[in-house]
């Protein structure tokens, strides 16, 4: 076997996936308990530190992340680091203060100036046990302060996705106290680190005069700039590769002056961030192509980097972790209750104003940031890193159980700044169609196929359009999502369609970590008669019906119809697959709403064994069952009984002689099945020509579905 050389670059790789493997996999456990995915990366890198691989198992950390490769670790988290703090300045938007300045800065600065204080009475408590000698006493106490008045902006606004607060007064008011904070706290860390690194007072003032030199420099002749720049990009041909190369090249000289200046590189790429425009695409297209490789890949090096340099077996005898546990309180008591009481004399009540408190003392990623510089420059000891990891670690974990407390979902639902939707159904309990839209390209033949199962005009009937997007750590794409905007939501295809076709709908929309859950418990409110699903090109690719549907399907008390769209444009011809099943009844109620429906006709094929065509049986006494009395207004009805072996063979003979839709339950029979889709025959599904509506039953199909 040749020689394998294990290089510098070979050992890197190694790392880096050793890192996200854990992290992701740790992320799954986090999300479970409602904590935010950073909580999960931090973690990560604790794991993968001194703190437990170094402990059980010195050997296997030693190979891992010899100390002579942690300089190029570092240099690589950085670089992401750098990344990261220039899409945070993108995020930061003024109009997130709108009508809400004066709230917002006597909290945020209140936040911050408590916890300060508290921070720099405990050095002055900390300094003689906890503090190196040549540590000057001012650059420790600033920077215990600071540490202590961190929120963590990105986390913050997940937690408020999560919760489905960004759209309540609490989440408006914290969002905004939290930009307001995060700018604040990055001036402040400018100034301390101005502070650390210089040789005395008057070389800090120096530092400070050159540092707001380079921001009004950026503010007045590169802002400017960037504005004509977005301005081009949005009239133009978007954000071409030699554009993204002009602002990652900006991006870097921001980062190397304030580098040079003192203040740090991570405080030039918040800067330039900033101050970029944030109308047009010009930001949101510089999130798009930056964000994944940035949080995915670079970020949880930083963490890991972190959790490398924690460890927690410093914190060895009681009266450490009592002066950690001191350290929590303290941390907790000036952001809390600071924010709390801030919040209070505001105008907001006790409940209102202690859920601010609570949203303002996360700190998470901002914190970690601010404690390696911190333990970079010299300023903390690796003890006292340590202990305010685990401080942060503690106060973000916190947030969401107490919040879901102090705020629970009754108070949430009373506070929203938009009134919800009432689900509630009219007593007479009409026949409901529940539509779910994943994306913009299915919503027009969804609008087809539900216009057609609400039968005859003057049948009950009402249809729901349902939206579920995924929580962001980006606060301004929350804030565009509650900002109602129909041309921009993946409704507006099926919600034109639907004009088209004089058809009404009631569009909801929502955030949501578990969609399956959440499609079922809307479904269950709203007394759904069909839950309508669109399939996606993976099912017949796959063989599974994965993910979402799945989950939908096991759940739903409801029938399921999954929808495979071929260019559905009319319901005027319908062809239903029959065997039988409680799947095929399903089937068999929804194919008589659209027999209903003028100038529609429908072909229910009736496959049987060989040799059985003529002998009475449980199907046929169905099927005599629904349509023993069609109604006038209904096109032909045409019952066709087909022995076959074969039954995919069947029904794929009967869907090549021109049908609009195909409608089938959810049985081996057709190659569906609940949890698989079967390899040997999804022809059925591959190989029609026509639109499918496949249905899957509920244990009681007769009183889930109201014909």
């Not at 992320?27 to 059980?56: D, H, K, N, Y």
């Not at 602002?247 to 961030?273: K, M, N, Q, R």
């Not at 995924?470 to 919600?495: F, G, I, Y």
């Not at 069609?630 to 076959?644: C, K, L, N, T, Y």
Request: aromatic share 6%.
């Amino acid at each position: 076997m040749p020689h394998l050389e294990f290089s510098a670059l070979t050992l890197l790789l190694v790392q880096i996936a050793a890192i996200v493997l854990v992290s992701r996999a740790l992320g799954f456990a986090t999300r479970w308990l409602g904590q935010p995915l950073v909580m999960a990366e931090v973690l990560a890198g604790i794991l993968l530190g001194p703190s437990l691989l170094g402990w059980i198992w010195p050997e296997a950390m030693a190979a891992l992340f010899p100390t002579n490769s942690l300089p190029m670790l570092k240099m690589l988290s950085q670089v992401g680091l750098v990344l990261f703090m220039f899409l945070i300045g993108l995020e930061f938007d003024p109009k997130l203060l709108k009508g809400r300045t004066y709230t917002s800065i006597m909290i945020s600065h209140t936040s911050i100036v408590v916890p300060f204080g508290l921070g720099a009475a405990a050095a002055w408590w900390l300094d003689a046990a906890y503090s190196s000698p040549e540590v000057p006493f001012l650059s420790f106490l600033l920077f215990l302060g600071v540490s202590m008045s961190v929120t963590a902006f990105p986390v913050l606004a997940r937690i408020l996705s999560e919760r489905r607060l960004l759209n309540s007064r609490v989440g408006a008011i914290t969002i905004a106290c939290a930009a307001i904070d995060d700018v604040t706290a990055w001036c402040l860390l400018a100034f301390v680190v101005a502070v650390a690194r210089s040789q005395g007072l008057v070389q800090a003032l120096w530092t400070t005069a050159m540092a707001i030199g380079f921001v009004l420099a950026m503010l007045l002749f590169l802002r400017p700039f960037l504005g004509r720049l977005g301005a081009r990009v949005a009239s133009r041909d978007g954000l071409t590769p030699t554009l993204v190369a002009i602002i990652l090249l900006l991006l870097i000289a921001s980062s190397t002056v304030t580098e040079l200046i003192g203040i740090h590189a991570l405080f030039g790429a918040f800067l330039f961030g900033a101050i970029l425009p944030k109308d047009g695409k010009l930001a949101d297209t510089l999130v798009e192509k930056l964000e994944t490789v940035s949080v995915v890949l670079f970020l949880p090096l930083f963490f890991a980097y972190s959790g490398l340099r924690t460890q927690i077996g410093l914190i060895r005898e009681p009266n450490d972790w009592l002066v950690t546990s001191a350290l929590i309180a303290l941390a907790t008591l000036g952001k809390f209750g600071g924010s709390a009481v801030a919040a209070r004399l505001t105008g907001l009540r006790w409940r209102e104003a202690s859920a601010v408190g609570i949203l303002m003392n996360t700190r998470g990623l901002m914190e970690l940031i601010v404690l390696n510089i911190g333990l970079d420059l010299g300023v903390i000891s690796p003890t006292v890193f340590t202990m305010l990891v685990l401080m942060a670690l503690v106060t973000t974990f916190a947030t969401t159980p107490i919040l879901g407390w102090v705020y629970p979902d009754q108070e949430l639902a009373r506070d929203r700044l938009v009134p919800p939707v009432n689900l509630a159904p009219p007593a007479s309990e009409p026949f409901s169609v529940m539509v779910c839209v994943s994306n913009q390209t299915a919503g027009p033949g969804l609008a087809t196929l539900s216009a057609a199962l609400m039968g005859k005009r003057d049948q009950p009937a009402r249809l729901y359009a349902l939206h579920l997007w995924r929580p962001s750590d980006r606060p301004s794409v929350e804030q565009r999502r509650n900002v109602p905007d129909p041309d921009a939501s993946p409704l507006a295809p099926l919600l034109n369609q639907a004009q088209i076709l004089m058809l009404d709908v009631q569009p909801l929309s929502f955030v949501s970590s578990a969609p399956a859950t959440d499609i079922c418990r809307t479904a269950e409110e709203m007394r759904a008669s069909l839950i309508l699903l669109g399939a996606h090109k993976p099912l017949l690719l796959e063989g599974t019906l994965g993910g979402t549907v799945r989950e939908v399907i096991e759940n739903a008390r409801s029938p399921v119809g999954v929808f495979i769209d071929r260019g559905l444009k009319k319901v005027s011809r319908v062809l239903l697959a029959y065997a039988g099943s409680a799947e095929d009844l399903a089937a068999l109620h929804l194919a008589q709403r659209l027999a209903s429906a003028p100038g529609t006709s429908l072909t229910l094929l009736h496959v049987v064994p060989p040799g059985t065509a003529m002998r009475p049986g449980k199907g046929r006494t169905q099927i005599d069952d629904v349509f023993s009395e069609p109604s006038a207004d209904a096109g032909a009805i045409r019952v066709h009984v087909v022995e076959h072996a074969s039954p995919p063979d069947a029904v794929l003979e009967e869907a090549r002689r021109g049908y609009d839709l195909l409608l089938l339950g959810m049985r081996s029979e057709w190659g569906l099945e609940t949890n698989l889709v079967s390899l040997r025959k999804q022809r059925v599904l591959a190989e029609v020509p026509v639109s499918i509506l496949a249905i899957h039953s509920p244990s009681d199909p007769m009183a889930a579905v109201q014909a």
